[in-house]
Every structure is written in structure tokens, then in C-alpha cells.
């Protein structure tokens, strides 16, 4: 494998499951990023790790809530989720925290009912 | 102030045909403007990027123009392919924060 994975791809859940998407990075980086994207809106931040330790939190609900054991993964556990929560979530990961050049992952496609 | 304003929505080019995408903005700490490129399916991926103090910069079929002053800047893609078919997102960023402000984004449909 090789730049940043997601899985899953695809996932559907109903608002009173509990869910976790995992993103993966083989690029040695140190920062890694969760951004939602709705349609139509543009692409927002939700969270940034930096050297495992979360760095940034942009008023995101506590019905999400991440987790980074380690440099090279990252987990974003959701539950109770609303409709309105179904979106593309990417992760993405860069050199360092302020290193311009981000790598995006291809989504994990979130539908929830 | 930290928003990044993006046109058109979406773009209908022919094959060969300049492809032209506009975006402003109005924070004027930001310091690094990058276009990403993102197909159906997959993340986006930093396509070209610019930083105020040159007001072009080109790789390949595709340009950035910026226009300090007026807060603007463009993305041109010349001899437009169906290839380049995809969204493209233009972003600003201040380097000293961490958070990297995308424009709406454009879908772009380029046809033989």
C-alpha cells in the first residue's frame, strides 16, 4: 500500500450505531488531518494530529471523537450520529504540522439514516 | 474574512479549449494558494500551488495566475483534455496557522 488508505469506502449506519472509520498513511508523516466534505460546501477541518497528539478541534460535536495510537493511523469513532452528518470524510497527512503539502486519502463515504 | 470565494460552479470546456477558474479571497495574512485536483472516487491531490510573491506560475498545461492587490487569483488549464474532467478546489492558507481554507470547488467537464 502505498500513500494514505481509508476504510471503509462505503459505510451506512443508523443514527444509534457506533461506527469508526480508520485512515492509514505509508508516508512517514508526522500530522494527519480529518476533514469532512458535504456537497456543494466546501471542504471543512475537523480535527489535526501532530506527533500523535491532537492539535486542533474545530468545534466539531462530540458524537465524533478521534483517536491517533500512533503516527501512521488515524481513527475517527462516530456514534449517534445525525443525517446530516452523511458526507465524504477524508483523511489526509502531511511532513509536519505547518508543511503546506497535504496528502489526501479517498474518503470513506458516510450515509447515515 | 476567512472565507475563500470560488467561480463558476461549474465549467463546460471544449477538447483543446482554455479551461478558466476564478477565486478570491480577503484575508490578507494568507501566504500560500494551492489548486488540488480531485476525480470521482478518489481524494483530492495538490495540483499547483502559488505563494504572493510571484504573480505566476505555470507546470506543464496549467497556470496559476494571482493578483496580489485585487485578492484574486486563477487557475488556467490550456488545451483543455477529457481527461482533466474532475473538481478542482483553490485554497488558501496562512502558513503560521494550521488550517488550509478551501473555495467550493468546480466541476469541470471537458468534452471531445
Known amino acids: 500500500e502505498t500513500g494514505v488508505t481509508q476504510t471503509p469506502r462505503h459505510l451506512v449506519m443508523g443514527m444509534t450505531n457506533k461506527k469508526s472509520l480508520k485512515c492509514e498513511q505509508h508516508l512517514g508523516h508526522n500530522a494527519m488531518y480529518w476533514y469532512k466534505q458535504s456537497a456543494k460546501k466546501p471542504l471543512e477541518l475537523m480535527f489535526v494530529?501532530?506527533?500523535?497528539?491532537?492539535?486542533e478541534n474545530n468545534s466539531v460535536p462530540s458524537r465524533f471523537s478521534p483517536e491517533c495510537p500512533n503516527s501512521s493511523h488515524l481513527f475517527l469513532h462516530l456514534h449517534t450520529l445525525q443525517p446530516e452528518d452523511s458526507a465524504l470524510y477524508l483523511c489526509a497527512s502531511s511532513q509536519e504540522r505547518y508543511f503546506n503539502e497535504q496528502f489526501f486519502g479517498p474518503g470513506t463515504r458516510l450515509t447515515v439514516l | 474574512q476567512q472565507q475563500v470565494k470560488q467561480s463558476p460552479q461549474s465549467l463546460i470546456v471544449q477538447k483543446g479549449g482554455i479551461s478558466i477558474i476564478n477565486c478570491a479571497y480577503e484575508n490578507t495574512a494568507f501566504d500560500y494558494f494551492p489548486w488540488y485536483q480531485q476525480f470521482p472516487g478518489k481524494g483530492p491531490a495538490l495540483l499547483i500551488a502559488i505563494r504572493p510573491d510571484v504573480s505566476e506560475k505555470k507546470e506543464g498545461r496549467f497556470t496559476i495566475s494571482f493578483n496580489k492587490s485585487a485578492k484574486q487569483f486563477s487557475l488556467h488549464i490550456m488545451d483543455s483534455q477529457p481527461g482533466d474532467s474532475a473538481t478542482y478546489f483553490c485554497a488558501a492558507r496562512e502558513t503560521s496557522y494550521d488550517k488550509v481554507i478551501f473555495g467550493p470547488g468546480t466541476s469541470l467537464s471537458v468534452i471531445p
Open positions: 494530529y501532530s506527533l500523535e497528539e491532537r492539535v
